[in-house]
């Protein structure tokens, strides 16, 4: 049976309140109420703000696994991902303290009619191809980054291959960027950055090897659990590294992970494949649909997927907050399409465009499942 959805708190107990603490704590102007669990108050006065996001590490796996260590002995509690529970929607909120509503990125594929593709705003590619999107990022990408309204210092660490990404360019501002190329190279960057000056600073630093080796072997891997005890030892010698400096480290996730097994993935029918306008977008979890008749697909696709999929017009998903609080992005209608697949269980649905790899990931995440919802919240001071 399916466990329940875990809906996101966009009110005070989810990832947009915790930027909204962050933001408000040096001086900038939080888009949303802060964190129940984290006021501004309790850290503002620190010198250093480091953040600290490990991409793709789930609540419920930090306390499987995590028993003794330096993350648990700092865990706070959990708090909720922003929907889709995804890395383009999250870090998309992480950089502008806009939630997926407004920022209009709602999964690794988005529809963008600016470019009339179907594309990865992340990477900025369109979906099959190596071709750039083709429009300026500034018409995809219209929410400023946070780190421009700050009173302070920022500094982005984050790895070498994206650090200068069109992407990262445009979400990271006026904030100074850093490149590392492995763990260690994390960690020393993190640390100069917190002694690069003696001013008041947020220190945002992302880590993305947890949520590539999750996909790659599955977050119940034997590869994933020695990583995460490699970043619990990590996150202890960071706190020892940064003793003495007046420093508060925040940590947390983008989003969890789930594993799904061969089984529950589903190619797309050709029968229902023969009635999308485009290829399909978002989340392997929950897909957007863009159909030619919304009745007939829904009607098919219930008939086709009963087993698999709940199939709900996704302007239902809207209706209901999903997507968070706040003014809509003026195309945000059109990015979730006309028709949602919302997989039930472990399931996952996908559809193949010429130019794309033939491969499924074994871990996933863009669901509704507490695994993929629920992230932790870690607080400690040095």
């Known amino acids: 049976m399916s466990r329940p959805a875990v809906f996101p708190d966009y009110a005070g107990g989810g990832f947009a309140n915790l930027i909204a603490t962050l933001?408000?704590?040096?001086?900038?102007?939080?888009?949303?109420?802060?964190?129940?669990?984290?006021?501004?108050?309790?850290?503002?006065?620190?010198?250093?703000?480091?953040?600290?996001?490990?991409d793709g590490l789930g609540d419920r796996y930090l306390l499987a696994h995590g028993?003794?260590?330096?993350l648990v002995r700092h865990r706070r509690?959990?708090?909720?991902?922003v929907f889709p529970s995804t890395t383009a929607s999250a870090i998309t909120t992480s950089f502008t303290g806009a939630t997926p509503l407004?920022?209009?990125?709602?999964?690794?594929?988005?529809?963008?009619?600016?470019?009339?593709?179907?594309?990865?705003?992340?990477?900025?590619?369109?979906?099959?191809?190596?071709?750039?999107?083709?429009?300026?990022?500034?018409?995809?990408?219209?929410?400023?980054?946070?780190?421009?309204?700050?009173?302070?210092?920022?500094?982005?660490?984050?790895?070498r291959p994206i650090i200068d990404s069109q992407y990262n360019l445009h979400h990271c501002g006026r904030a100074e960027r850093r490149a590392y190329d492995n763990l260690e190279g994390f960690l020393a960057q993190t640390v100069n950055a917190v002694k690069s000056g003696p001013e008041r600073?947020?220190?945002?630093?992302?880590?993305?090897?947890?949520?590539?080796?999750?996909?790659?072997?599955?977050v119940a891997s034997a590869e994933v659990r020695a990583h995460f005890s490699a970043l619990d030892a990590a996150f202890g010698e960071l706190l020892a590294r940064l003793a003495g400096t007046d420093t508060?480290?925040?940590?947390?996730?983008?989003?969890?992970?789930?594993?799904?097994?061969?089984?529950?993935?589903?190619?797309?029918?050709?029968?229902?494949?023969?009635?999308?306008?485009?290829?399909?977008?978002?989340?392997?979890?929950?897909a957007f649909c863009y159909v030619?008749?919304?009745?007939?697909?829904?009607?098919?696709?219930?008939?086709?997927?009963?087993?698999?999929?709940?199939?709900?017009?996704?302007?239902?998903l809207l209706d209901e907050g999903w997507f968070g609080t706040g003014?809509?992005?003026?195309?945000?209608?059109?990015?979730?399409?006309?028709?949602?697949?919302?997989?039930?269980?472990?399931?996952?649905?996908?559809?193949?465009?010429?130019?794309e790899p033939r491969h499924l990931h074994i871990g996933n995440h863009g669901g509704m499942s507490e695994d993929e919802m629920n992230i932790p919240l870690v607080v400690a001071k040095t």
């Open 23 to 54: 933001a408000a704590a040096r001086g900038g102007a939080p888009r949303h109420p802060t964190l129940l669990a984290l006021p501004p108050a309790e850290i503002e006065d620190a010198t250093n703000i480091v953040f600290v996001i490990v």
């Open 67 to 70: 028993d003794g260590g330096q």
């Open 77 to 81: 509690g959990a708090i909720k991902a």
């Open 102 to 159: 407004a920022h209009g990125l709602t999964g690794w594929f988005t529809y963008f009619s600016e470019a009339a593709c179907v594309a990865a705003p992340r990477p900025f590619r369109r979906r099959g191809e190596k071709a750039s999107i083709g429009v300026p990022p500034g018409e995809i990408f219209i929410e400023p980054s946070i780190f421009d309204s700050l009173a302070t210092r920022a500094i982005v660490v984050s790895y």
């Open 201 to 218: 600073k947020l220190v945002y630093a992302y880590w993305p090897d947890f949520d590539a080796l999750a996909h790659r072997h599955g």
């Open 248 to 286: 508060i480290v925040v940590l947390s996730a983008d989003h969890g992970f789930i594993d799904c097994p061969a089984g529950e993935s589903v190619d797309l029918p050709p029968a229902l494949a023969a009635l999308l306008r485009f290829p399909l977008c978002g989340e392997r979890r929950v």
């Open 292 to 316: 030619q008749d919304q009745k007939a697909f829904i009607s098919k696709a219930k008939s086709l997927l009963a087993n698999r999929a709940h199939v709900r017009p996704s302007r239902e």
């Open 327 to 355: 003014r809509a992005h003026p195309r945000f209608a059109e990015r979730i399409g006309d028709v949602a697949l919302v997989m039930k269980g472990r399931g996952t649905v996908k559809d193949w465009v010429t130019g």
